[in-house]
Every structure is written in C-alpha cells, then in structure tokens.
C-alpha cells in the first residue's frame, strides 16, 4: 500500500464581542452567523445564504429571532414570531431537538416527521389537522423534513376528503411562519431545489401582501448555482461566511491538528486491515474510532471482520438499516468502533479523534465526511482511501505541501475531486412540472373559497409566466392532460383511454414523494438479530432471502422478508414500473439494473416504440395516441428515479 502524509493546522471560528447569556447561566461570545441572526434579523432580506464550517454552531442561531422576540416583544406581536427548520434526515431532527430543548428550554419546540404523526395514531387528512395544531398555539419552533412539507404543498393530505368541505390548506400553514430554514440545503439536487423555490412561489401566491417569510439556505458545502437562480429572479440575497482563522486568540477551535494519510488502494477492507495496529491503540486510550464506506454491504461485511479482530470492544452501524425502536445516539455514544455510510455526513456529532474514511462520490461528501473528525480543541487523525488514478493525481497536487491551514487543504481537494454538477437550466423546468401538479390538486380538491381560481389568478400576477422554461413545462403538462381527457371522451369505455389515464395519475402521484419512491419492506435479519423497514432492492441485491411472509394489515397485504446473510450482488432482478407508458406494449414496464441508470434516455426509446406502433394504424383512436405520444415523449427531459414508481421488483431467488 503506498501512502503520503500531510499536516493540517488547528482552525478556528472569530468571536464577536457580542454575548449571549443562556438558561444555564453560562455567558458565551457568539460567532458572526450568530450575531447576525440575534441583531440582524428584521434587516435580512427575503432570502440568506448562510455558509459556515462544520462544528461552527451555525444550528444554535436558528432560534435567535424567536428568543428576542419573546425578550422585545413588539405590539401586536404576542411577544414571539414561529420559525420552522427544515432538515434531511430524522435523525438529524431527533438531535436539533433534543440539543435545542436543552440550550433553548424555555421554547415550546415541536418536532413533526412520519413517526410523531403515527404516534398521534391519526391517518389520512386527520394527519393534516394535527400537523396544522402543532404549528399553532404557543408552538415556537418546527422541526421537519421536507417530505411532509413537499406532501401537504402537492395536497396529499387533502386527497379522499369531501369536496366544498371548509378545511384548512397549505397557505394557512406557510402564514404561521416567519422564517423557514433549509439547514444542509446542498444534500439536494436539481428536482429538490426547484421544489423549494416552488414554496416561494406558493408564499408569494398565497400570503399576497402579508409576505412576511424570510428564507435562510444554511450549508457548510454551498451550492454556488442557488444563488445565480435567486439573482436572476431578482431576489434580494444576502450571503453570509462564517470567519475561518488560524489565530486561537478571541476564537474557538473547530478542530486540533490533523494528520491525514492519503493512501492508495482498492480494497478498503485490506486498508483497514493494515491499521488495525494503530485502532488498537486508538482503542487502548479509551477513544472511538470512526470508519465511513460508500455502501452498506462492506459496512456489514467489515463489521463482522472487526468484531472477530476486536472481540472486546463493542462495534456499531450507524447506518439506515436499524430496527426504529433502537436509540441511534445512545448507541454511537456506547460504541467502541463505529462503522458508517453517508449518513455519517449530515449533523450527528460522533465525537471521534481517529477515522478511516472512502471519499464519497463528490466533493461535498468528502467535506461532510471529514469534519465529523477531531470537532473541537482536540488533535486527530484521518485516513482516506482513494483509487490509484485520485492517488496519484492529489500526490502531484499536494508535493510542495507538508503543513497547511485548512481552506488551502480544502482548495486542493476542490480541485482535485470530481465536482457535482448542478444542472441549474433545469430548474425551471422542473418548477412548471410543480405547479402545474398543485394547480390541477386543487382543481379536483376545490373548497367553497374557490382556492383554485384564486391560485390560477396569482400565478398571472406574480409573473409565473413569463419564465419560458417553467411556462413551456407547465403547458406541456396541461397539453397531455387535454390529450388524454379527449381520448376518454372519445372512447369513454376503451380499454387504451382507461390505460392511458392510469399511466397519467400515477405519474402525477410520483410529485407527493420528495425523495425516490423506492419501496421500503418489513424485515426479519436474521444475522444481525433485528426487525426494520427497509428497501427491498437492496435486500434483493445483498441479502439471502430465507422467507416471505404475506401479512393481511388492515386493507392492505404486506410482505415481510425474513433474511440471512449477506451474498454477492444480485445483478439479474429486474424493476417493475407504471410510469413508464407501456400502452400497447407490456414490456415497457420492466427495467433492467443497467437501465436504472439511464432513465431518461430509456424513456424516450420506450415511448419511440409506442409511437412507431401506432403509426402503422389509421383509425382515430391512433390519431389520437399519436399526437398524445408526441407530447409525451418530451417528459423524458425530467425523467429520473424522482419519476419513477416502482411497482415491484423481481428476481429468480427460489422464494420471489
């Protein structure tokens, strides 16, 4: 294995001269991202862009505008303004909580994620209405995911509810806010991001005169391209950078120094291997040691490896695959090693001085991955295993140094490591695609305030328009909605028009989910002794399947999985999918893993097919299907695992 080693000098935050005293007496100079968000915040415009390094303590600023509202409370005002966080993960919700009610315990801090709503025991619209009552009251903060805000912005809430019923909507929820912040904003992409900026549009839609919310984008990674599309929507913008010195004089260290060995290998189970020595010293000093892969099938595999080479130490995953009922941070706390994926980049605090890390696919990963390490005034030490073409490309970058401060080690790494791409020009594409789904929601949910009409209204004033990219996709989606709704009146009992219906309201299904719409099974492990929830490709691809249970759950019959051992990867399954058009032509329905990976090129070809079909017929319902198709194919341009309902996955395992 070769290797080179590099020293990365201590860092630290600035200080300003500005206190804060908290509940528990203690007195603390705050940084300059807190600052501002005590003194500034009436001056900030609509939206700030607000960069700061990991361990900063950019998250304790989040509830300054509410503290000093309840400490200057102005007329009318009720002595406080509710704010609402926005986070990736739960997890990362389930620690701002509990960190928040401890530093901030005189605030009425309310958390609303899938699993709080179920411990409610409320379903369907009843969900709404207790979500609506959290955000209500003497409620000052909100913590969520973007899920639930994407979910009730698409009305999935208000779906199966009567018609003309009085029912409160999405713009009674955003007018409870005066701040919302999106905290770890560049874990999103494209599809995500336009999502968002739809939430401004629907505020400006909505609240009319009353726009009060100001938007806060909080990342340590920014994404450079958000600020360019709020600029060119002639949005106020204000970005804030947290101060980084090398001087401890009126700072506080974010980090001692590190040492990094860059090494080359392949087999990153063989690295670890050849550093078992040092974690046994790492071990013998009563410190954790970290370990982040890219997947989590070599985090399960290496798990088993270390616990035979470290029998007397205990060993845990902090990964998604683990039974709800578990503790996540009581379990890192308990570890001795601790093996993750990316989830180890958003938030959680494993308090390590020793990691041996993969870089990540992109450079924001390898950011978020390396600031989990030595947080604080401690030294420590990091190992990254890269492939032999990175190796030897960062050994030329890094020849002349042998000591440097942290932005010059992060500048070469900038340099070096393959940067994500942000296709900014689709943004408004995807945007049209948007609203045109929450206008049609509202068509089929109207209420007695006649909500659609006043939305399609709004639209037109706030200039939605006159962005061509966002009008074109917005006119795309309302062409083949025409399209389809003539071929029903045409052919009002056909077999094609019902097929062509179904197809169009499941696409339209897939914009309730903000994330892939993969599909999560319930779980038996049998070797790692848990239950869980968790996505059924992957335990096809990874796991050895012992059984299948069909279990009869009210309504509905889920399968539970009872699995063992991990095997190699399974690459024959194949996806079953409704979103894909298949009219005419059932294989349509079925991808391969190889097709997964080219979606949009795929769709084109499988609508190409239908299309070259219907040309060799002559009557008017291939007319018909023909102009239908036309529009159709153009959807391929956004087409992604976002667009993709998977309805089944299937493989030739002996139990499937």
Excluded at 236 to 254: C, G, K, L, M
Excluded at 271 to 296: A, F, G, M, Q, T
Excluded at 498 to 517: G, I, M
Aim: aromatic share 12%; net charge neutral.
């Amino acid at each position: 294995m070769e290797k080179f080693t590099i020293k990365i000098e201590p860092q630290y935050v600035k200080l300003t001269d500005e206190k804060e005293i908290f509940p528990n007496g203690r007195e603390c100079f705050l940084h300059e991202v807190q600052k501002r968000m005590k003194l500034d915040f009436e001056m900030f415009p609509e939206f700030t862009i607000i960069t700061a390094p990991t361990g900063t303590g950019k998250s304790y600023a989040f509830p300054f505008p509410i503290v000093n509202s309840k400490k200057n409370p102005k007329p009318f005002d009720k002595g406080r303004i509710r704010g609402l966080i926005v986070l990736p993960t739960n997890a990362l919700i389930d620690e701002l909580k509990e960190s928040f009610s401890k530093t901030y315990p005189f605030l009425n801090i309310k958390k609303i994620t899938g699993k709080t709503l179920d411990e409610f025991a409320v379903k369907g619209f009843d969900r709404w209405e207790k979500v609506m009552e959290l955000c209500k009251g003497d409620t000052d903060l909100i913590i969520t995911n973007p899920d639930i805000i994407n979910y009730a912005m698409h009305g999935g809430y208000h779906q199966n509810t009567w018609r003309n019923t009085k029912r409160a909507g999405f713009q009674n929820f955003l007018e409870g806010f005066g701040y919302i912040v999106f905290d770890e904003y560049h874990l999103y992409d494209e599809s995500q991001i336009a999502n968002i900026l739809t939430l401004v549009y629907l505020r400006d839609i909505y609240l009319n005169n009353n726009n009060l919310i100001k938007f806060f984008f909080v990342s340590a990674t920014p994404e450079k391209a958000l600020k360019e599309i709020l600029i060119n929507r002639n949005c106020n913008v204000e970005e804030i950078i947290e101060e980084i010195v090398d001087d401890p004089h009126n700072s506080r260290a974010i980090h001692g120094t590190i040492n990094v060995d860059f090494c080359s290998a392949s087999n990153i189970s063989l690295l670890v291997h050849e550093y078992n020595p040092e974690i046994s010293k790492v071990l013998e000093l009563k410190k954790r040691v970290l370990i982040i892969l890219d997947r989590l099938n070599e985090v399960q595999m290496l798990a088993k490896k270390l616990a035979s080479c470290f029998p007397s130490h205990s060993i845990y995953q902090s990964t998604g695959y683990i039974s709800k009922e578990e503790s996540h941070q009581i379990l890192i706390e308990k570890a001795d090693i601790i093996i993750s994926t990316n989830k180890a980049e958003v938030g959680v605090n494993y308090n390590v001085e020793f990691c041996i890390m993969q870089p990540g696919r992109y450079y924001q990963n390898f950011v978020q991955r390396f600031g989990r390490v030595s947080r604080g005034n401690v030294d420590g030490k990091v190992v990254i295993c890269f492939d032999n073409v990175k190796y030897n490309s960062l050994k030329r970058a890094f020849r002349d140094s042998i000591s440097l401060n942290y932005y010059q080690y992060i500048d070469i790494i900038r340099s070096e490591t393959q940067l994500k791409r942000f296709y900014s020009e689709r943004v408004p594409y995807y945007q049209g695609e948007y609203i045109w789904c929450i206008e049609n929601n509202l068509r089929d949910q109207n209420d007695t305030y006649n909500t659609f009409h006043y939305f399609r209204g709004r639209l037109s004033e706030e200039n939605f328009f006159k962005n061509i990219e966002a009008y074109h996709r917005y006119k795309l989606f309302s062409e083949i909605d025409k399209s389809i709704n003539a071929l029903k009146v045409t052919f009002p009992q056909g077999t094609t028009s019902k097929a062509w219906s179904d197809w169009w309201r499941n696409y339209q299904d897939t914009f309730l989910c903000f994330r892939d719409s993969s599909i999560v099974v319930q779980i038996i492990d049998r070797a790692l002794n848990i239950e869980l929830s968790y996505s059924l490709e992957w335990i096809l691809q990874y796991k050895e399947i012992l059984n299948i249970e069909e279990i009869q759950y009210e309504k509905y019959c889920i399968r539970k999985y009872t699995v063992g051992d991990l095997k190699e990867r399974d690459k024959d399954i194949q996806y079953q999918t409704n979103t894909i058009p298949s009219v005419g032509l059932k294989g349509n329905d079925f991808l391969s893993i190889k097709e997964m990976n080219e979606l949009s090129k795929v769709f084109e070809e499988r609508v190409i097919a239908i299309l070259e079909k219907q040309k060799k017929g002559t009557d008017t319902i291939n007319r018909l299907q023909i102009e239908l198709l036309n529009k159709v194919i153009l959807l391929g341009k956004t087409f992604d695992r976002k667009r993709l309902k998977i309805t089944d996955i299937i493989s030739d395992n002996q139990f499937i």
